[in-house]
């Protein structure tokens, strides 16, 4: 494990050459060089090499654009997730590889020898990053199966464009869109920091509200979804496990609670006669950590976040007659949920009443926990034994582009180590023989007998 991780120089000139040929962004199906692609299209078994995976992730780390702290920041369809996903391109060109940008925004690499129609396995993640985040956070998934490429495996790779939602302000728009849950209006609402919409700002990469209705998940295309990602925990790190098979991607409840009080003077007014709006939010929030703290108890995956609050008229003299804040809970049971959200709830209302203060509660989000597909899931555990490896079996308490495509095809993640479950942070760090053990169980499982197309189980 090495010590420290410098942040290398961002060359804004890399990869020119390379990108040249690649980009401009037509959704146009192109072969991305006249190399060969015969011969390719078998495995080479062992041929997994951790080194040009590494490679490939100081690469797209050097694409980021300079942030104002420390960190790699890679805005979807800004210059440096161009960058990065030319990079990518720049490498399959030289398999032989064909590509284009979807409707919405996705990028797609298919090898050569294998058409647009052909039922194939879907393999990726994203590159697009938070302002200060890490280098591994979506680039371990696509740089996985760009070595799986590599390595001859006839599957289609993908970068969703917008998972992490700070660029637009809602996670996950590339899949939503492709699946359809996310609509061309709804994107044409949605703002970069430069106030440009998503329908604007992924023009240039493919974006096409026109054509998006025509350029949705078609099922047929397609045998599954793989995508390997960091935990961002610390389960399988403090385990000293590698790699883990996701059981589930666990539900989320986002609301926004508006607690309206009496604004007063600071000085002459008694403290049995306030209503203090900021005094009930205090209050509130250290409750619903208890709650949560309690549940986890029973239930380690519950889990409960105030991470925003707004207070007017938010002076020093004022008592405070209102104070917004969100709340995010998640559970990997729909029935964990359902009871923190009650419990939540509950103390949010006796708080008010007690106080004498106003309250309304606002749905923002109410996403159930979504279960990988089993039959996936007991294939890559198959391809763990054949490797000698005993895997654990986790959920994962963050939302994925897996948990987004789950209902419309056989979806499964593995993660890979987090140490020290750091993510969205310039500290993160996935050691990239993890990564590799990704590609080979990945590989080890499409290469096992022709099991035939998995069945998507009906739930
Ligand atoms: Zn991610």
């Not at 996950?172 to 061309?184: C, D, E, F, I, Q």
């Amino acid at each position: 494990m090495p010590v420290s991780h410098p942040v290398p120089p961002r060359d804004a000139g890399l990869f020119k050459s390379d990108a040249a040929a690649s980009s401009g962004g037509k959704r146009s199906d192109r072969c991305l060089s006249s190399a060969p692609s015969a011969g390719r299209s078998r495995m080479s078994r062992d041929a997994v090499v951790p080194a040009r995976i590494e490679r490939d992730i100081e690469a797209i780390a050097a694409c980021s654009q300079p942030a104002t702290t420390a960190g790699y920041h890679r805005a979807t369809f800004s210059p440096g997730w161009a960058r990065a996903c030319d990079y990518v391109l720049s490498k399959a060109g030289r398999l032989g590889c064909r590509s284009r940008r979807d409707a919405h925004g996705n990028l797609r690499i298919r090898p050569g020898g294998v058409s647009w129609s052909d039922r194939v396995w879907l393999c990726g993640s994203h590159l697009d990053s938070v302002p200060t985040g890490g280098k591994y956070d979506g680039v371990s998934g696509v740089v996985c199966a760009l070595e799986l490429l590599r390595i001859g495996v006839p599957l289609e790779l993908v970068v969703f464009a917008e998972e992490e939602g700070t660029g637009f302000g809602t996670a996950l728009l590339g899949s939503r869109s492709w699946v359809g849950t996310v609509s061309a209006s709804d994107l044409s609402r949605m703002q970069n920091d430069e106030g440009r919409s998503f329908l604007e700002a992924g023009a240039a990469f493919g974006v096409d509200a026109s054509a998006m209705n025509g350029d949705r998940l078609a099922a047929e295309r397609y045998l599954g979804f793989v995508e390997v990602h960091p935990e961002q925990g610390a389960s399988l790190w403090k385990q000293g496990r590698p790699i883990g098979l996701v059981t589930t991607v666990n539900g989320r409840r986002q609301f926004r609670v508006i607690m309206a009080g009496r604004s007063n003077h600071a000085g002459s007014t008694q403290m049995l006669d306030r209503h203090d709006a900021l005094a009930g939010a205090a209050q509130a929030i250290i409750e619903i950590e208890r709650i949560a703290l309690d549940l986890a108890v029973e239930s380690p995956y519950t889990v409960a976040t105030v991470g925003r609050i707004d207070v007017g008229p938010n002076e020093i003299n004022v008592i405070a007659n209102s104070a917004t804040f969100t709340v995010d809970l998640r559970a990997q049971t729909p029935g964990s949920l359902s009871r923190a959200d009650d419990l939540v709830k509950k103390a949010l209302q006796e708080i008010c009443a007690r106080r004498g203060l106003g309250l309304v509660i606002e749905s923002i989000e109410d996403l159930p926990p979504i279960p990988m597909e089993e039959t996936v899931i007991d294939r890559l555990e198959h391809a763990c034994v054949a490797l000698g490896l005993t895997v654990p079996r986790v959920p994962s308490g963050a939302l994925h582009d897996a948990g987004i495509v789950a209902p419309y095809l056989p979806a499964a993640m593995i993660f890979v180590a987090s140490r020290d479950g750091v993510s969205h942070d310039p500290a993160e760090y996935t050691r990239v023989e993890d990564i590799a053990l990704a590609v080979r169980v990945i590989a080890g499982m499409l290469r096992e007998e022709e099991p035939g197309p998995v069945t998507k189980t009906s739930r």
